[in-house]
Structures are given as C-alpha cells and as structure tokens.
T-cell receptor, first 107, second 115 residues
C-alpha cells in the first residue's frame, strides 16, 4: 500500500490559486490517486481522481507527472469556504487517510 | 436519495456500557466502511465489508465488532466502551474496493463520548 506525504497546513488568500502537493513514491502500476475534502463536523467528500497527466472538473484540477510519484491538487480562485482539510489517497482507498493538509483561506 | 445515513448523531456512554452504531446506504453499493476520527487527526479504518456477507479488519479493530446485515446496512458494536473510544465515527460506502479507487460516500458521523 502506497504511503502518502502532504504538508500539514497551508494558508492562502481569497482569489488566489492554491496548489497542494502529495508525494507517493511507492505508487503501484494500477493505483489511482484520489483527493477528498473535509469540513469541520462533516464526513470527507470526494473532490477529484486521476491516474496520469491532468484531470479537471468543476471544482479542481489534478496534475500527475509521468513518474506518478507525486500529484498536485489545484484549487482555482479559492474563497473562504474552501477552508478545510484535504486528503490525498493512493490505491486501495479504504485504508489510509492520514492527517491531510489543513488549508486556511484568509480574507 | 438519502445517501449514507447514520444513527444516532450523538451518544454519551459510561465506561463498560455497550451500544451499536447503525449505518445504511441507498446507493446499492457493494462495499461499506467504518472509520473513527479523533480530534485533529485523520480518519482511521476500523472495519470494512467488501461485499454483503464479508467483513475484514482495518487499522484499529480492537474493541469493536461489525455486522453486515444486508447490502444496505453495516453496524458497528462497542461491547464494553472505554474512554479511549471517545471519537467521531463515520460510515462510508462505495461501489467497490479494488485499487481502481472507487469514490467513497460518507455519512454525517456519530459523536461518541465515553465517560
């Protein structure tokens, strides 16, 4: 099972683009990369998932380099409501959520 | 569709008491999970059920038992509650569990305090 490493916390300002990078050096060939968002007092919510290159949806983009040993979640033009914890999961996502990255958006 | 529902929302137990946390999903998912989340921490998997009729231990199974009653319902039982089990408990479900990474859908959580 691939282990992931992410920054513990990040601050940014409203309107900025935020990039959160996750490293997963031991990712297996068949593993997907999945990101979840969790607000206080709520369960995590799926944001985006990808296997390689770039994936974009209405909420975020996910950039995955060719070696797939890391991935970057990109949140365009963040607002105060994007303040949350963001988790990166690799592979069999039933197991390891880790502590995630606490993103704090400032006005 | 209600998604994943959990009952109760809050519960206070005394040490040694038992209780069952209920979880149900209406998305016809095969897999269901129970996690606990301690303050300021990530989620830790307690048990999961890959399909109806099967259950497996996760990272922190001690002190818990589970029952996959049918495809919709997955319950978590604390036989003799301890203060260390004070936590928020989340139930989740997904279509499958293989490394293709099926999206998990989470319930609203149960806040349990053991005194």
């Amino acid at each position: 099972l691939a282990k992931t490493t992410q920054p513990i916390s990040m601050d940014s300002y409203e309107g900025q683009e935020v990039n959160i990078t996750c490293s997963h050096n031991n990712i297996a060939t068949n593993d997907y990369i999945t990101w979840y968002q969790q607000f206080p007092s709520q369960g995590p919510r799926f944001i985006i998932q990808g296997y390689k290159t770039k994936v974009t949806n209405e909420v975020a983009s996910l950039f995955i380099p060719a070696d797939r040993k890391s991935s970057t979640l990109s949140l365009p033009r963040v607002s105060l409501s994007d303040t949350a914890v963001y988790y990166c999961l690799v592979g069999d996502d039933k197991i390891i959520f880790g502590k995630g990255t606490r993103l704090h958006i400032l006005p | 569709n209600a998604g994943v529902t959990q009952t109760p929302k809050f519960q206070v137990l005394k040490t040694g008491q038992s209780m069952t946390l209920q979880c149900a999903q209406d998305m016809n998912h095969n897999s269901m999970y129970w996690y606990r989340q301690d303050p300021g921490m990530g989620l830790r998997l307690i048990y999961y059920s890959a399909s109806e009729g099967t259950t497996d231990k996760g990272e922190v199974p001690n002190g818990y038992n589970v029952s996959r009653l049918n495809k919709r319902e997955f319950s978590l039982r604390l036989e003799s509650a301890a203060p260390s089990q004070t936590s928020v408990y989340f139930c989740a479900s997904s279509e499958g569990t293989d490394s293709l990474g099926y999206e998990q859908y989470f319930g609203p959580g149960t806040r349990l305090t053991v005194t």
